[in-house]
C-alpha cells in the first residue's frame, strides 16, 4: 500500500512539474503573439495572392519563403484539404 501512495504522489508532482514548466513568461508570451501575427499576415498575403488570379503553386512558394522561420512545415503551421 505504502508503495503505490509513493507512485501516486511521484505521477502528481511529475505532473506539476510538467504543467509548470510549460508556462510562458511575458516576453516569451509577446514573441508567440507576435510569430502568430506574422503567420496570419503570410496568410492574408497568399489568400489575396490566390484572389489575385494567380496559381496555386506560386502563391504556396511566396508563402514558404514569407513564413521561413515562423511556424513548422511547409505550409505555415495551417494545412488544410486540397
Known sequence: MEKVLVALVSIALTATV????????????KADVARHRAMAAAHEA???????GKKEDVC??????????LAIGKF???????
Open 18 to 29: 510538467c504543467i509548470a514548466a510549460e508556462t510562458h513568461g511575458d516576453k516569451e508570451t
Open 46 to 52: 497568399a489568400a489575396k495572392c490566390l484572389e489575385s
Open 76 to 82: 505555415c503551421g495551417m494545412k488544410h484539404e486540397h
Open 60 to 69: 504556396n512558394k511566396e508563402l514558404q519563403i514569407a513564413c521561413k522561420g
